[in-house]
Every structure is written in C-alpha cells, then in structure tokens.
C-alpha cells in the first residue's frame, strides 16, 4: 500500500508540473518531439524513476507524454484515443491483475497451496507478456504513421503546381516563375481595360433610368392605343346617333359604348380602367373649351327647367372641370320642392356625387359635409358608410361631430355613426375624439391602449375624455402602471380632479374602493408609486373623502401617510420633501 501511495503522490506531481512545461512544445515536430525527450528524462530524475525494469512511474509519465502527442495530432487524433484506451485499460487490468495476485498470494501462503496460485500467475504472467507484445507492436505502427504525417505536413510547404523533385530543380523554379510573371502581366494588362466601380455604378443607374423611362412610355404608348380605338367607336357611334335623329339622350349614348368597349376588350387593364371621367383630362382648350362648357352649361339648365332632376343631377357631377359641383348647384336643387312622395332633388344631387366621385377623389370639405346631413336626415346609412370608407370626402372635424351628434340622437345606429366617426377623427389626427368615440362604443381596452401609444395625448386629454365617457374600468386601465413604465394618469391626480366634480364624484369613490377591496397594500402601493402627486395632493383627497361621508376612505388615505417613517412623509419629488405632523393637528 505505500509503494501504491507514493506511485499516486508522484503522479500527481508529475500532472501537478506539466503545466509549467507547456509553453516549450512549440515549433516544428522535431523540436516537439526533442522537447518531450527532455522532458521524459527530467521527470524520471525528478522522480527518481529506476532505469531498467517496469516501473508505475515511468508509465504515469509516459501517459502525460502520450497526450501531449495526441493533443497536437490532427488526422489521427481518434485513432491515437482509442490506442490509449485500449493501453490504459490493460495496464488497469494488470494493476488489478497484480493486487490479486498478492491476494492470491497471501491466500496461498495462508493455505499452504502454493503450487496452484503459482500456475494461476504464471498464466496470468504469460498472458500479459502476450498483451504487451500487442502493445509494443500496436507502438511501433504509430509510430511510423506519425513519421508519414511528419513527412505529409513538410510537403505543404512545398510550392503549388510543382512536385518535389521540381521544388529544388533551380531550372525548373526559373522557368515557374517566368509562367508567374507572365500570369502577372497579363492580368495587368486585363486591369487596365477595366473601369472603376463609382463608373458601373453609374451606368448601372443610368441603365435603369432609361429602363423606367420606356417602360413609362410603353404604359403611355397603350393607353393612347386604347383611347384611339375607343374614340373611334365613339365618333361612328355618333355619326350614327345623328342619322338616327338622337332617339337616346347623349348621355346614355356615350355610357353605353363605353360599357360595351369595357366588355369586348377582355382582360386589357387599361381598358377596363376606363371610366366616364376619362375624357376630362382630354378635353380641349382655348375657344373650343369655353363652347363647350357654354353647351354644357345650357344642356344643364335645360334639364333643371324641365323638371328633369335626376338627368340634371347627373349631368352636374360629371361636369367639365367640376363647374357645377358646388355650393351654387346645390343651393339651386335644394331651393326645389319635390312632389311629395318623390326623393328630394337636393338628395339626386349628392347621389349623383357620391357615384361619380372615383374612390379617393374626395369631395370638397363643405360639399362632404352637407352631403352626409342629407343623407343621415334620409337615414340612408349604407351611403354614408360607402362615402367614409371608399375616402370620397374630405374629413374634418366638423364632419365627426355631425357623425357623433347623430349617434347620440339616434341609438339604433350609434354603432356604424360613431364607428365613421372614429375613422374620419383619427385621419384629422383628433386624438382625444378619437379615443372619446371608442369609448362610447365600448372600446375600451382599445380605448386606452390607444391613448397609451399616442405621444400627443396629454393627462388633460384623458380626464376630458373620462369626464365625457365616464367608466370605473377606463379610469383603471389609465391609473395602472404599464409594464414597467409609469401610469398614463396619476391616481391621485385624478382622484382629486374627479371629486372636485359632484358630477364625477362618484367615480374616483368607485376606485378608491376598489384600491382598498383589494387590500390595504394595493393602496399603499399605488400611493407611493404616484410620482406625480405630493402629499398635500392625498390630504386633499382624504379631505374630500371625508366631507362626502366616507370617513373610511379618509383613514385608509391617512394612515398610508402615517405609516411611512412614523410621521414623517415626504413627497416622491426631493425638492419638495415636507413634514405631514399639521395634518393632524
């Protein structure tokens, strides 16, 4: 057992000073490998390591060596592993092998049965001379692959395109680098023809300048293509239409052939983008212009006299240049009394509009506005929604009052109005009407997260918006703490706000109970964490707690005070740190 003990205690010196030698296995393998040689005969004089015979020291230092020669090995890394488990899994076997023997030994010498613990090792012997035969044998081959690696890794170096021999033939390195300097001034004089990157850059963009160009004008080129052939058809049609002494007014003359072009072109895009306004921006100048708007101008009053509202209604939206859309047209149709039972001309005048009007072409802001009057007065809502949504109007906020004002007068259609007005608030960018309309439709999660994310909104902005929507659920949502971030409204703030107000009174009472329902540190924790209300703020509110009865209140909000550093609080702000003893005095 002591010579086991010492054998470990000088093993572990062995692994405990091989990290100070790790810096010497640098270089090529042949310094590697003298290094090792070294470092082999200086561990067996540190250790006193016998010369001759096996020995468990001169195993322990041969295994550091060992993975010293594996840890730098590349291709044969896993085959050096395994030679090593395998070894070190005989030598365990043979340690073993060994204490039974002195086992079997002392058995032996106890039982007096010599003869037959000798045999045992002996055979025992014979097999591990046999193993380590193997092992010797197994040593030798690794080393001549290690000589072959050694022998590969020096080729590397060699030059590419030359073989060995080549590499030191001085005639044959003439001649290569001769090839090279060719190579060379070829690729120099390949350099020369070429231009600088800023250069392809350039022409790269001019390329694609040009590109657009002609795709602009080949759009252009078929467009004018397709108003050829429907202008063709249009003067033969009217060439016909004046032989047939104009049994078809002109106006369903020209919708007609235009409608039929639409169909027998098939799937031409642009021929399906063809509408009755098509021709506005084709119209004539000059002399012809002013005869034409005079024609335009007479058929129309024409129509107006006889009666013919409906044609005459049509023929104003779709007027030249817009003439006759105006307040002047429409004071003319609303100044006319329809029979009774009849649609109001004014009515036909803002259909009329509202179809002729291509989505996104907005109507003037005072046209839109009256237009959705006469159409909320008709209680034709499906116009309205079709007006807001296809963005025919222009959206103002006059135009989202008018929507709420009829909300609020009409219930059944609440929903859609104050819907519309949401989307024509929110293009206005009124914030505050915007979360307002939300919230009377019930929204209000998306209510306050709307509020949340809009930088301009301010605390006023949310208490005018709580004050004319008054819920106890908006009122939390605005007063909790958002994810880190501080609350939108202070809740001392607007509890102080709101019981200033008898008619709100009621609210901020709602939330203080239900901050104190949930436990007295629910509200100790929202007062503290209430950056933007100072301590005479809360006395406030206690204050107003108690003139309208509710004594509990007032004495939850003190005693939260009270609790903070015996009697004195200070204010969340450091600049404005005051005692609280006079509130009680």
């Known amino acids: ?71 730098r090995a590349t291709a044969y890394k896993r085959l050096l592993l395994a030679i090593k488990t395998e070894y070190d899994d005989v030598i365990r076997s043979l340690q073993r092998m060994e204490d039974e023997a002195r086992t079997a030994l002392r058995t032996v010498a106890a039982s007096k049965s010599h003869s037959t613990s000798l045999m045992t090792c002996q055979r025992r012997a014979a097999h591990m001379r046999e193993r380590i035969c193997v092992l010797q044998r197994e040593t030798a081959e690794l080393q001549e692959e290690m000589k072959r690696q050694k022998l590969s890794e020096g080729q590397r170096t060699w030059i590419p395109g030359l073989t060995v021999a080549e590499s030191e033939d001085h005639e044959a390195l003439d001649r290569h680098l001769k090839h090279l300097e060719s190579q060379r001034a070829a690729l120099l ?80 895009d642009d021929a399906r983008n063809i509408d009755a306004k098509l021709f506005e921006h084709e119209e004539p100048t000059g002399f012809d212009e002013s005869k034409l708007l005079e024609d335009y101008l007479d058929r129309f009053i024409e129509l107006f006299d006889s009666a013919q509202y409906e044609e005459a209604a049509l023929l104003a939206a779709r007027s030249p240049r817009g003439v006759l859309r105006n307040l002047d047209t429409m004071e003319m149709f609303k100044g006319v009394k329809a029979p009774p039972g009849s649609v109001p001309p004014v009515f036909l005048f803002f259909q009329a509009l509202l179809i002729t009007v291509p989505a996104g072409g907005e109507l003037p802001a005072v046209l839109s506005l009256q237009l959705v009057h006469c159409f909320l007065q008709r209680g034709v809502m499906q116009l309205v929604t079709h007006a807001v949504s296809n963005n025919k109007l222009s959206f103002s906020e006059d135009l989202g009052d008018l929507l709420t004002e009829h909300a609020q007068k009409n219930p059944r259609v609440a929903d859609v109005c104050l819907a519309l007005a949401t989307i024509v608030y929110e293009a206005c960018g009124m914030d505050r009407k915007t979360a307002l309309s939300m919230c009377r439709r019930g929204l209000i999660h998306s209510a306050a997260n709307f509020m949340d994310h809009c930088e301009e909104l301010t605390a006023e902005d949310c208490m005018w918006v709580l004050c004319l929507s008054p819920s106890l659920s908006l009122l939390q949502l605005l007063t909790a703490p958002q994810q880190g971030r501080a609350a939108i409204l202070s809740v001392g703030v607007a509890c102080s706000t709101l019981l200033s107000d008898p008619q709100q009174q009621q609210l901020s009472l709602q939330l203080l109970d239900s901050l104190v329902s949930r436990g007295r540190g629910v509200l100790e924790e929202a007062i503290l964490q209430d950056s933007s209300s100072s301590v005479d703020l809360w006395t406030n509110v206690a204050s107003l707690c108690s003139e309208l009865n509710r004594a509990d209140l007032s004495r939850a909000v003190l005693s939260v005070l009270l609790g903070q550093s015996g009697t004195s609080v200070l204010s969340p702000d450091l600049e404005g740190a005051r005692l609280m003893e006079h509130v009680f005095f």
């Open 1 to 71: 057992m002591s010579e086991r003990q010492n054998s470990s205690s000088s093993s572990s010196r062995t692994e405990e000073r091989s990290p100070t030698d790790e810096g010497t296995f640098s270089g090529n393998d042949g310094e590697f490998f003298r290094c090792l040689e070294e470092f082999i005969e200086q561990e067996k004089r540190y250790l006193k390591c016998p010369e001759e015979g096996p020995h468990e020291l001169r195993y322990v230092i041969y295994r550091h060596v060992f993975n010293k020669v594996i840890g």
């Open 189 to 268: 004089d390949w350099k020369s023809h070429c231009v600088p990157l800023e250069v392809k850059a350039e022409l790269d963009a001019k390329l694609q300048a040009a590109e657009d160009h002609k795709d602009q004008l080949s759009s252009k080129n078929r467009r004018l293509k397709v108003l050829y052939k429907l202008l063709s058809l249009l003067s033969d049609r009217l060439s016909s239409w004046e032989d047939d002494k104009q049994q078809v007014s002109l106006e369903e003359l020209l919708e007609s052939t235009v409608e039929n072009f639409r169909q027998t072109s098939g799937m031409d």
